[in-house]
């Protein structure tokens, strides 16, 4: 299994190494790719399978409903 928070903190450590950034900064930010990093993997896994089911014309809108969702709530 692919941990999202340890990847996306190590990211967040070599894009910005030297800069001086406060470490709340940092987390925050790490916080945010780790979010994206998912959103990404269950958007590519659900496109996947619905090409393959062909279904790709019900997954657009259900999936950005769901990201709405996310983002406003």
């Excluded at 470490?23 to 619905?50: D, N, T, W």
């Amino acid at each position: 299994m692919i941990n999202l928070e340890n990847l996306s903190v190590s990211i967040i450590k070599k894009m910005f190494r030297g800069q001086d950034i406060e470490q709340e900064r940092k987390k925050e930010m790490a916080y945010g790719l780790s979010v994206l990093l998912g959103l990404l993997i269950e958007f590519s896994v659900c496109v996947g399978i619905s090409l393959f089911l062909q279904t790709t014309k019900f997954l657009i809108p259900i999936m950005l409903s769901a990201l709405f969702l996310r983002m406003f709530n």
